[in-house]
């Protein structure tokens, strides 16, 4: 047991995106006495139960359940069984047992997402300038916040006088390159003096909790509503949706599989009365119609 204490310790040290999830899966296994394989299902099951009063949404669950198998797959990549095939065939079908819980994806409500103008006066007027930035290259890509926090400077390629390639590592570990404007960059770059980050403080990437808690505070100051990063996504893939930009060029933006998925979030389009009524007749003296009796004629 001593031996697991430590290889947990070794674990909880990692620090990336999923830090405070892997600490609260270790905790988990710790406080149960259980290894680490065996605990995954008990945590899976609890992370689904009330606490304190309050449910964690599905993807916050989901989220968590994939930090703790990626954990868990670098605990028996570094273990003496790792050069067995079947000791791997056998944890992936153990890991493979824990599904991730179903996500309605139905259209994003209209309270979840900003207007243009509280978007633009919070991207302004937001007065911490380390929070100011990230909302700023929130509102601009629409990247999820753990795929900003993770962009290290190696990630930065010029592409053209205006524009910066950034490659971003989203989900399933899938790469895709955002576009951002060089002077943004820049001024990030200076704020911050990343020497491995571009998002840097003491030397290491920022608390994804802590930058959403400080991106509430500054909204209640500035807007008068709470407003999370992950609205800040949502805000700028509706923008594009109703600006009339391509659907699927939007969901390659955003990172998802599915341009189906995009278009059911975020279009919240309906017709206007004289548009939902196809005036057939209409339609024919406009078009058929007119070809019909020129021909008669």
């Known amino acids: 047991m001593a031996k697991q204490e430590m290889f947990l310790k070794e674990l909880g040290a990692i620090r990336d995106a999923y830090e405070l999830d892997v600490k609260q899966f270790i905790e988990f296994s710790k406080e149960r006495k259980l290894f680490l394989v065996d605990a995954l299902k008990a945590y899976a099951e609890w992370l689904d139960q009330e606490h304190d009063g309050k449910r964690y949404s599905v993807a916050t669950i989901n989220r968590k359940i994939s930090a703790a198998k990626n954990r868990i797959r670098y605990a028996f990549k570094h273990s003496s069984a790792a050069g067995s095939l079947r ?78 390639d950034v490659r971003v590592i989203g989900k399933r570990q899938k790469e895709r390159i955002i576009h951002v404007k060089r002077n943004l960059i820049e001024r990030i770059q200076k704020h911050f003096r990343g020497t491995v980050y571009l998002f840097e403080h003491d030397g290491r990437p920022f608390n994804r909790i802590s930058v959403t808690n400080r991106i509430k505070y500054e909204a209640l100051k500035t807007i008068h509503r709470e407003v999370t990063a992950h609205q800040l996504r949502h805000t700028w893939a509706a923008i594009q949706i109703r600006r009339g930009r391509d659907v699927r060029a939007v969901a390659l933006a955003l990172g998802h599989t599915d341009p189906g998925l995009t278009a059911k979030m975020y279009s919240d389009k309906t017709l206007e009365p004289q548009e939902a009524f196809l005036d057939v007749q209409d339609a024919e003296q406009s078009h058929a119609g007119g070809e019909a009796e020129r021909e008669e004629s």
């Open 87 to 164: 000791r791997k065939y056998q944890l992936e079908e153990v890991l493979g047992a824990v599904k991730p819980m179903h996500v309605d994806y139905s259209t994003i409500p209209a309270d979840k997402v900003l207007s243009v103008e509280e978007v633009r006066k919070l991207a302004r007027e937001a007065g911490n300038r380390t929070i100011k930035f990230m909302i700023q290259f929130l509102v601009g890509t629409g990247v999820r916040i753990s795929e900003m926090l993770s962009i290290k400077l190696s990630d930065l390629q010029p592409s053209d006088v205006d524009f910066v």
